[in-house]
């Protein structure tokens, strides 16, 4: 039983490897984008409120994206641990998460956080954008996303070193490359997978 966030910049491979991580450890893999549009998707209280901000073109508030992971995390399908992609984008988010998983007897137990150098990172969302016809991901774009970031971020991976939870993954390289060093970490923390 694991309870893993995974932290890292846009671009640094977070989804693709929070999917290997699901499978190795075989607890589903919840990011923030899933929540929003199972809420949405399914009418819910929440979902309409995310929905009012998001139609206006403004961020959904602390209060709805919280609540919204906490109903997540009470699923069924999570009691034996999960990973959390997208969240905790702040500090005050970290700290309501401590809340909830203490409430619910499921405290994190480990925090990735996927380095990239900025420049790899601008140069793969670069070259993403092109592949997938995404006009809108302009390098000042990706710069301005990795400022953003590094504001937002950089505290939360701090408020997790304090909780001596964070484990620093180097992105450089393969998609395999940086598996090969996350399961070095799973390893040493949950022992070796048949």
């Not at 997540?72 to 401590?98: I, N, S």
């Not at 001596?164 to 060093?181: C, H, N, P, Q, T």
Request: without cysteine; proline residues 5%.
């Amino acid at each position: 039983m694991m309870s893993i966030v995974l932290l890292g910049p846009p671009g640094a491979g977070k989804g693709t490897q929070a999917a290997r991580i699901a499978e190795y450890l075989n607890i589903p893999a919840v990011s923030t984008g899933e929540i929003f549009r199972a809420n949405i998707a399914a009418g819910t209280e929440i979902g309409k409120k995310a929905q009012s901000y998001m139609d206006r073109g403004e961020f959904v508030p602390d209060s709805v994206v919280n609540a919204m992971v906490e109903a997540r995390l009470e699923a069924p399908d999570v009691q034996g641990g999960f990973l959390l992609d997208g969240y905790p984008r702040t500090v005050e988010q970290a700290q309501v998460l401590r809340d909830i998983t203490a409430k619910l007897g499921r405290p994190v137990d480990l925090v990735l956080e996927i380095q990239v150098d900025e420049d790899e990172v601008v140069s793969r969302m670069l070259k993403r954008a092109q592949e997938q016809h995404r006009a809108d991901d302009t390098e000042p774009v990706i710069r301005h996303r990795m400022e953003v970031y590094h504001e937002q971020t950089v505290p939360v991976a701090t408020y997790y070193v304090d909780q001596d939870l964070l484990e620093v993954v180097d992105g450089s390289g393969s998609i395999d490359d940086v598996w090969a060093r996350i399961v070095e970490i799973l390893d040493r923390m949950v022992g070796p997978r048949a």
